[in-house]
């Protein structure tokens, strides 16, 4: 699964690796949780252009009648994800990136679950698969509001991240951005394609401090490697 991952790239950085003209000053994120409003893009198909907008991690089917559903669904199975009903439609239709630089992962070891942060090597950031779906309460309150929401796409993990955990968020090539963002694209199987794990050799990964499981904890502490000589144990891998 993916339940935790960071975002502390400038603005300027993802306008230009993402090709987006506008993205208003983000704070750096070293420890996004479940239920937090998370950075996205999407295609704006009156514009035809793509555009950041901050979404609700966990998605919120449009026919659910309580919007506490989300919780539940912050991960698809890429291998399911076109035939499960909470997912599908937005499979079709509603697909997004989910900005990242890097993405936890926890492996129980000596009686205690030891987290793993993942990156790429160049500390590049990077899109997951995502997508988005529009509820709207079925009655309207004081008070309630449209929620726009979305879910990560996992798939099965590369040879770096199955040591620590059986399954990794979807990473998508900058190559299939427009493919993946194109919601006139006729063939899902042509975009279950891009659903595989993305290649080890451009990654690392290391054990970080216990500060990263208290999704209070934001602080660049959060991704600084335990033992800086000896940053994974040779037990490990």
């Not at 089917?61 to 919007?67: H, I, L, R, T």
């Not at 990794?168 to 951005?177: H, S």
Request: hydrophobic share 35%; with cysteine.
């Amino acid at each position: 699964m993916c339940g935790r991952f960071t975002l502390n790239q400038s603005s300027e950085a993802l306008s230009k690796i993402f090709r987006i003209e506008k993205i208003p000053d983000l704070a750096p994120e070293y420890n996004i949780a479940p239920t937090q409003r998370v950075t996205t893009v999407l295609h704006n198909a009156e514009t035809d252009q793509r555009e950041f907008q901050k979404l609700h991690w966990g998605l919120i089917p449009s026919w659910a009648k309580d919007p506490g559903m989300g919780v539940k669904l912050i991960n698809a199975r890429a291998e399911t994800v076109a035939q499960k009903p909470a997912f599908r439609s937005a499979f079709k239709h509603r697909r997004c990136l989910v900005l990242a630089d890097g993405f936890y992962e926890w492996k129980r070891q000596n009686g205690k679950k030891q987290p793993f942060y993942f990156r790429f090597s160049d500390g590049q950031p990077f899109g997951f698969a995502g997508l988005w779906e529009r509820w709207r309460p079925l009655e309207e309150k004081p008070g309630s509001e449209e929620i726009i929401s979305c879910t990560i796409l996992t798939t099965a993990a590369n040879e770096l991240v199955q040591p620590i955990h059986a399954r990794m968020p979807v990473i998508v090539a900058p190559q299939d951005y427009d493919l993946w963002l194109n919601p006139q694209m006729p063939t899902p199987e042509r975009l279950q394609q891009l659903l595989c794990p993305y290649p080890d050799q451009v990654m690392t990964a290391y054990p970080v401090s216990s500060l990263v499981n208290n999704s209070r904890q934001n602080s660049s502490e959060c991704i600084i490697p335990l033992g800086e000589e000896n940053p994974l144990p040779e037990n490990i891998f």
